[in-house]
């Protein structure tokens, strides 16, 4: 199954018998206006849309249920895939800036300890399609004027294990007749895939790189997230300086704060440690909390402090200040909810 979304002007073409101009128009309809339903593409032939509908192309998500932060802005969708399988995408908000948290499989098979994704394990990858068309349903009805958005790879899901499929979409997402996002607009979070770096590394854009790190020793680190077990730090640490070595791009580090767990000066020392020699930045995130996991946000004070000792040594440090717990908007809590019917009160 390939769905329209996931498909270039050249393809849409060939695919369906059009005229290259017509290939453009059906996927600037798609891509640049979030439109689907053929029959509102009025500089197309009636008889091209009744045929293009007569070939069951598919559309490949529909809305199950949306989320929004009263305080915040911040909007979390839950949309279905046509074999019945759910996704979450997110919205965030920061003035007139807006990001778009995309997810590139269906669970998670890393089963971070913190994480509400790998609760639910891991069903299957996406299509490059069903990628894009996150992105695309979170934009319909925005008006950014001549602005895009930022696009984050940091949804459910490991990118690196959907390589190819991720790819594709930041390629889709990146072409001038959609929405022809810069490359140093897009951003994929990795886990810590030592091959997947090692490929990133060869690619011809400058779309960024991230690095859920969270520790900075191997013990805690293989606690917190167990793909550390198979790719430790000093193998990740090597990848990350020959990624930089090649492309000469700075990457940024992620680190969830843990009450008690990750958040002290000991903790501070060891990412130091860990990061010299390399240009990185760190964006340190507030956890939400996930009914069943045992552990707590780190205070407030707290994650201040971790990110004043870290800007003392000259580190590039942003704290990110809260932006959905009141709608559960850490990655796989919208999905956890619907499927255990859980109070979703809260949710349109």
């Not at 279905?80 to 269906?106: K, N």
């Not at 979170?138 to 696009?151: S, V």
Request: charge should be neutral; aromatic fraction near 6%.
């Amino acid at each position: 199954m390939q769905y329209l979304a996931g498909m270039t002007p050249e393809t849409l073409a060939e695919t369906f018998g059009l005229k290259p101009f017509q290939g453009r128009q059906l996927f600037q309809w798609i891509h640049r206006r979030q439109v689907f339903d053929l029959d509102a593409m009025t500089n197309l032939p009636k008889a091209l849309r009744a045929s293009l509908a007569e070939t069951g192309a598919p559309v490949g998500l529909r809305l199950l249920q949306r989320a929004v932060s009263e305080r915040t802005g911040t909007s979390k969708e839950l949309l279905a895939l046509p074999d019945g399988e759910t996704v979450e995408s997110v919205l965030i908000r920061d003035g007139d800036r807006v990001t778009l948290c995309v997810s590139s499989q269906v669970g998670c098979a890393l089963k971070c300890d913190f994480c509400a994704t790998g609760l639910a394990g891991f069903r299957r990858n996406l299509d490059p399609g069903e990628i894009v068309e996150q992105a695309l349903y979170l934009l319909a009805g925005e008006d950014l004027g001549d602005k895009t958005p930022n696009i984050v790879y940091m949804g459910m899901g490991e990118p690196f294990r959907n390589y190819d499929a991720v790819v594709a979409s930041i390629r889709l997402l990146m072409h001038p007749e959609g929405l022809g996002i810069g490359a140093r607009k897009i951003t994929v979070s990795t886990a810590g895939d030592v091959k997947g770096i090692e490929r990133f590394a060869g690619e011809d854009w400058q779309v960024r790189l991230s690095v859920s790190l969270h520790a900075a020793n191997d013990e805690l680190r293989s606690q917190l997230v167990p793909l550390n077990r198979r790719y430790g730090l000093d193998a990740l640490r090597r990848a990350i300086l020959d990624y930089q070595a090649r492309t000469a791009r700075q990457v940024t580090f992620e680190w969830t704060l843990l009450d008690g767990v990750n958040d002290s000066t000991r903790d501070v020392e060891e990412l130091l440690r860990f990061m010299r020699g390399m240009r990185a930045s760190v964006n340190l995130i507030p956890w939400n909390p996930v009914e069943g996991l045992p552990y707590a946000p780190a205070p407030r004070a707290r994650c201040q402090a971790f990110r004043d000792q870290l800007t003392e040594h000259g580190v590039n440090a942003t704290l990110r200040r809260e932006k959905g717990q009141d709608i559960d908007a850490a990655c796989g809590q919208l999905r956890r909810v619907a499927a255990e019917g859980l109070d979703a009160s809260r949710v349109e």
